[in-house]
């Protein structure tokens, strides 16, 4: 069973805002360090955002800063994923992960879950 949903994705027209969440169940939700990537046909799985789980630090890849905001809620075991701005090259499934008492966020072998992904179409 995964152990973490992703939802919320869908289409949105160029400059439009979409929020992302996704749930945890079966984990201690508060030691995980919680990330979101994704990825598009032919390309390599990327890095998006991530939020530590010893103080919650955020990281962003530069081509989000300053348009996507990451968030966590541990009582409701789920983490956000606020998308502003959105652009046609935003277009990918997106995918959260979860890498227990991680560091380094950007590290996308080092998560131990990944949801099933969700889609997110950007028209221009």
């Known amino acids: 069973q995964v152990p973490l949903a992703e939802s919320g994705g869908g289409l949105v027209q160029a400059g439009g805002s979409l929020r992302l969440s996704c749930a945890a169940s079966?984990?201690?939700?508060?030691?995980?360090?919680m990330g979101w990537f994704r990825q598009v046909p032919g390309k390599e799985r990327e890095f998006v955002a991530g939020?530590?789980?010893?103080?919650?630090?955020?990281y962003y890849s530069d081509s989000v800063k300053g348009r996507f905001t990451i968030s966590r809620d541990d009582v409701k075991k789920t983490v956000y994923l606020q998308m502003n701005s959105l652009k046609p090259e935003d277009t990918a499934v997106y995918y959260c992960?979860?890498?227990?008492?991680?560091?380094?966020?950007?590290?996308?072998?080092?998560?131990?879950?990944w949801g099933q992904g969700t889609q997110v179409t950007v028209s221009s």
């Open positions: 939020i530590t789980w010893n103080g919650g630090s955020t």
């Open positions: 079966g984990l201690t939700f508060s030691v995980y360090t």
């Open positions: 992960g979860a890498d227990h008492r991680g560091l380094r966020v950007e590290r996308r072998d080092e998560y131990d879950f």
